[in-house]
């Protein structure tokens, strides 16, 4: 599949605010709670990224942020020439300082916060004069990372508004940036935002103890089919298509008027090709022959013609199903408390097929 020209900067404009929005989240007077990955100290052993402590997390992050915001000219912004970055970096350490020395960390905090913010709006207008796909990925980005790191874990207010009435707008943004990304990318992080939408409606799911982390797994992932480019389908299991007979019903169900018209218009080709192949046949028969044979249209033709067609309609019911499946692999959602595994399962399963985003179907080219 041929991707975007631009998708390197619609991906970098997408990294600089799903890195924004994280060193934001770091900074808080209370980040959300991230997991923590024992890692063997001493010996001058050397951590994954996920094994690094989080100063070193936080030290990354400024450094990603200080990569990307140059490499998009969005460092130094505004009439005033403002660099943006630097003041970023001081407010930064006066939080750390804070911190250290007992002072006013909150006030602290706020400054950086306000900072972000007026950058965050220099950022947007900049990107939205360059390039629309640009500005769209840098919000896609900044959007989906603050599911986690602006989340007030302990207020069902902050989940709604993150993961509730944002759902719609993420749709749409990662809608949009379809192209740039796996063909099942878009639909399966749709997807996975209609279970999350559903979870932060549901206060006994909401509530379940391993929210915030699962919520984590959630972000991590989107951030590997995003940014890293992962396919969607790597995560569906073995099997996953036979045993979900549910999706391959709902496809069915999807395409049930142009199966109905394709299997007519199979049976009437199919038997006007056999009638093609009887060497005999009655008076309109042969005048049925002899206007098709006008409009140069022969057996081989009907045939080829009655392929494509099969070939499509097969190709989108494939396409549509995978699409859930990839949806239902991506999402990480809670533990529903007291029910089923298979209790979950099938409410995941149930808001993936209600998404709106849908897989790209390339039109067939018809046969000549």
Known sequence: MTRPAD??????ALRLGWTL?????????????????????????LPLRVE?????????????????????????????????????TTLINDVHTARASGGDAHAAWEALAEWICTWDGEIQNYLSAASDSQN??????????ESFWALDGATAASWKLLLGDRSAELTRLVGRLSAYFEPLTAPAISGSLKVWHVVVNDPAWLNAADAVRQLYLQVRRWYGLLVLDQNPQTLIQPGAFLRNWRTTLRAVRVFLPQLLVGFVSFAALAGLVALLAVSQGSAWLNSLLGALGTLGLSGAALQARLKTTTNSLSDRL???????LAAEAITTPPTMPG?????RQRRTAKAVRNQTCRPVINAPVAAV
């Open 7 to 12: 998708r390197d900067l619609v991906v970098t």
């Open 21 to 45: 929005a994280e060193i934001r989240g770091r900074n808080r007077p209370d980040p959300p709670p991230t997991p923590t990955t024992t890692f063997p100290t001493g010996g001058n052993a």
């Open 52 to 88: 690094r402590d989080e100063a070193a997390q936080e030290a990354e992050a400024q450094a990603v942020v200080a990569y990307l915001a140059t490499r998009l000219h969005v460092d130094v912004l505004g009439d005033a020439h403002t660099d943006y970055l630097a003041r970023l």
């Open 136 to 145: 769209t990925g840098y919000q896609l980005g900044r959007a989906l990372s």
């Open 318 to 324: 494939r396409n549509e199903a995978y699409a859930d």
């Open 339 to 343: 029910r089923l595994r298979r209790t």
